[in-house]
């Protein structure tokens, strides 16, 4: 069942989104995007909906309102603790006043912290605390969605937690390898990815179906879509054409792999209002100097 824009589309309240990014400490280098916490807010506490982009795994805590979100098939509501896998579709969520911290995890950081392959958790959202994958995060949940607590605090406990959780991984030089490669825009070709990592590309195969999700030429295609819609998303005003990345043939290739990647046409998408994606990618980009996650080098 795939994704529309139904029930996005009009004005929608104006929301505020204030954002505060965490650098990881240099023990989980590789491993994480950045750690963030979040305020949103709305005109009299009103729901508003938008949509997340294709991204690496995450992990959410929410304290006040809680989202109803849905990646493809599967979906979430009332949760204080939501999880997805790596994604190369959507996630519409739908959230009310609410403060929340988030964390994003890169393929390092699947491997030192996920057991099983994250192929098999590709495209999936749920309630964290109930799914048997991700429910060693809930121990950080008191915390992290009490409205009361110090951020501070729930930082330095968010440290605690994740530093006891992490336990080392024999393929972590291929991880570092394959993702160094996967974000530069020189390679195109599975051939010549798997060159650059010096790996066959049976092993390259193996690798990012255990850690990244999906098969290479999707994660370098998920790649190529994810810098032309933040080319959009950071310059207001800018046509498709000119956000469209170099490596696409023509704008009718484009068209097709923004339907694949958002469930929709890159007229459709324009035309929704994008009350929190849009304000905390600039934040994002600003501060962090990365719009996305999956445009996060694997090092920092």
Known sequence: MGQGNEGASGEQPAAVVDSDFYP??????GCFTTFYHATLSSEEGSMVSDYLQPEWCGIRFFAGGTPNARIGNTSVEGARFTATGPSSLPCKFEIGDATMWGVGILPLGWARFIDGDARDLAN???DGAKHPTFAKFDCMSDVLCDPDADTNAQFEALIEDLTRLMRPNRDEPKIMRVHE??????YTAVGDLADACGMSIRTLERVCRRYFGFTPKLLMRRQRFMRSL???MLHRGTRWTEAMDGHYHDQAQFTREFHEFMTMNPSEYAALDHPILSSFMEARARVW????QTLDKPSR
């Open 181 to 186: 490669a996967m974000v530069d825009v020189s």
């Open 230 to 232: 933040t080319s959009f």
């Open 24 to 29: 990881p400490p240099s023990q989980f280098d």
């Open 124 to 126: 999936v959202v749920c």
């Open 289 to 292: 100097g990365s719009a996305a």
